[in-house]
């Protein structure tokens, strides 16, 4: 998982699939070792265990959330890591936002659920960009983004959509009726993966909406209005205080900031490869 090392345990089926599915690529490491993150998925010790299977998440014997059906497991597991991250890893500017990099500069997609980021995610990371995030833009004190080479998050619509525009991408179990609609995981890709102790440099803040039958459009924005956007998507801008403004600034002043919506991935892939073209050629 890149800067982080997480130490899991369950006797649930499904976990064990998911991980060894959606996670194949990720480095095992000796059971001694430090992590940053001890957790758990268990089946809570009551009787509805067998009347209605659920299973809870521990983090270090605290639990944070409300049981859920036991066949959410995996996706609990993931949302699980993300709040692990969120709300411990404070010596980065946390944003919710997926980040990809293509010949060394990196594209920040802030945007809130059922934006279509993680679907134009998992589009450009099966058309030649690395995945660096799909939930959680890690920005360092040196302005540096931290890669966290996980699994891309899909929703409802968007598991058919990539299926159909990457078939050779891995998507793992589809679980319906959660909290947030159908969803399911694609693994990253194995270069992602192996490369999660590079960190990259931000080139641009892209902030994403997919309109259907809409045509793939980049419109520059404002510094002032993406500033907002940003820490308006923050985790933990204002518990970083002047700390928070300083990277969010720097930030700035070291990227270009558009708003893009598309409708169709073939053309936005296009139109991101011709952004990224254009920075090697510039920048």
């Avoid at 956007?229 to 403004?245: I, Q, T, V, W």
Wanted: net charge neutral.
């Amino acid at each position: 998982m890149g800067a982080f090392v997480t130490h899991v345990q369950s006797a649930i089926p499904s976990v064990a699939e998911g991980i060894h599915q959606i996670y194949h690529d990720a480095q095992i490491l000796e059971e001694q070792r430090f992590a940053d993150f001890h957790v758990a998925l268990e089946r809570p010790a009551s009787h509805r265990r067998w009347l209605r299977p659920q299973v809870i998440f521990r983090f270090d014997g605290y639990t944070p959330f409300k049981p859920l059906p036991v066949n959410q497991a995996f996706a609990l597991f993931e949302w699980g890591l993300n709040w692990c991250i969120t709300t411990h890893a404070h010596q980065y500017l946390i944003i919710h936002a997926a980040v990809i990099e293509k010949e060394g500069f990196a594209a920040i997609l802030p945007a809130p659920p059922g934006s279509g980021k993680s679907t134009l995610t998992a589009g450009l990371v099966n058309r030649g960009w690395r995945l660096l995030s799909d939930e959680l833009g890690l920005i360092s004190k040196a302005g540096l983004i931290q890669p966290v080479a996980r699994p891309v998050s899909l929703k409802n619509e968007s598991i058919e959509v990539i299926r159909h525009f990457a078939s050779e991408a891995c998507i793992g179990r589809v679980v319906k009726d959660t909290l947030k609609g159908t969803v399911s995981h694609m693994r990253a890709p194995t270069e992602s993966v192996v490369r999660a102790h590079e960190q990259a440099r931000p080139a641009w803040v892209v902030f994403p909406k997919f309109d259907t039958g809409t045509a793939a459009t980049l419109k520059p924005m404002a510094p002032a209005q993406a500033f907002l956007g940003l820490a308006r998507n923050a985790f933990n801008y204002s518990l970083l205080a002047e700390d928070g403004f300083r990277r969010l600034a720097t930030l700035m002043d070291t990227t270009t900031a558009y708003s893009f919506h598309y409708g169709n991935l073939e053309e936005a892939a296009s139109v991101f490869n011709a952004l990224a073209e254009q920075q090697r050629a510039y920048g």
